[in-house]
């Protein structure tokens, strides 16, 4: 089996950004969640789609806003979208779909977690992490565990991270530490950039095996001197900025891998979310009734 795992968040935020605007028979706006299902029943019908879950940031602050003041929060995300994550959750558990919502945690902890439990798990052949994320990388192991950017039809194999950033997966962290990563906050160490983190660690292994003094530097990098300086006076900083961008594999997940499995969606509840979203075309999406369930596939 393929395990399917997908990031409910950025789904929610790529629908938000991506499909019309539209308003539920109660006058709120409803279009992101709509555009969310569509996109996940889309997926569902796809072939070798068994398994699957889709994880939640239920808020936008975690456990890292304690450990950065400057690390991402819901300022800035559109009123009415943050007003859809409740009702974004609900529907994907309607579509018959195991739900993480995470507070302490981010959706891509649980998605990480799930990753690292069932990859070797008899059955799976293939752990799918549905995101485009470049923090998520870091769980790509060889072609056991990928990332799938569902948007551009591209999968991330352990190769395809060497191929775009440089260095192995275990390393995208430190990558991210000294390149630093807009969408999560944190800012990385001046003068560093992608070039210079990736020709570094690539000899090195991770940020820490980096001399402080650029003259023990046994590759040609260009500004050494001002770039070792930065790194000494700022490590504390990078290491920090490591942790933040290091995914978590102990969310407490309850599920089994069977819970997982994905049995259609649940039929009452479906089509009173689709009367709640005013999208009763919804229904036409599913084509299989399974009565013993409830369900319809």
Excluded at 217 to 244: C, F, M, N, V
Aim: aromatic fraction near 8%; proline fraction near 4%; charge should be negative.
């Amino acid at each position: 089996m393929r395990l399917h795992l997908i990031d409910g968040t950025y789904e929610l935020f790529r629908a938000y950004y991506g499909v019309p605007r539209a308003r539920s028979p109660a006058g709120t706006e409803v279009g992101a969640t709509r555009g969310l299902m569509r996109s996940l029943l889309a997926l569902l019908r796809e072939d070798g789609v068994t398994h699957a879950a889709c994880a939640f940031d239920h808020v936008i602050e975690s456990f890292r806003n304690d450990l950065f003041t400057g690390y991402k929060t819901s300022e800035g995300v559109p009123a009415d979208l943050l007003a859809q994550f409740g009702l974004a959750e609900r529907a994907t558990e309607a579509l018959g779909l195991v739900v993480w919502s995470m507070v302490e945690f981010e959706a891509d902890d649980a998605l990480a977690t799930a990753a690292a439990r069932w990859a070797a798990a008899d059955g799976v052949e293939q752990v799918v992490l549905c995101t485009p994320d470049k923090d998520m990388a870091q769980c790509v192991r060889g072609s056991r565990v990928v990332c799938l950017d569902r948007l551009r039809r591209r999968v991330l194999d352990e190769p395809g991270v060497v191929a775009r950033y440089g260095v192995a997966p275990a390393v995208i962290p430190d990558w991210l530490a000294l390149v630093g990563d807009s969408a999560d906050g944190y800012p990385g160490i001046p003068r560093w950039g992608a070039k210079a983190a990736t020709a570094l660690l690539a000899r090195y292994g991770r940020l820490d095996a980096i001399p402080d003094d650029a003259t023990r530097w046994d590759i040609p990098i260009r500004g050494a001197q001002a770039l070792a300086r930065s790194l000494r006076e700022r490590r504390a900083e990078a290491l920090l900025y490591r942790t933040l961008a290091t995914v978590r594999t102990d969310v407490p997940l309850t599920e089994r891998l069977e819970d997982l499995r994905w049995r259609g969606v649940h039929r009452e509840a479906f089509a009173e979310l689709c009367r709640e979203l005013g999208d009763e075309d919804l229904l036409s999406y599913t084509h299989r009734q399974d009565s013993a369930e409830g369900r319809t596939t």
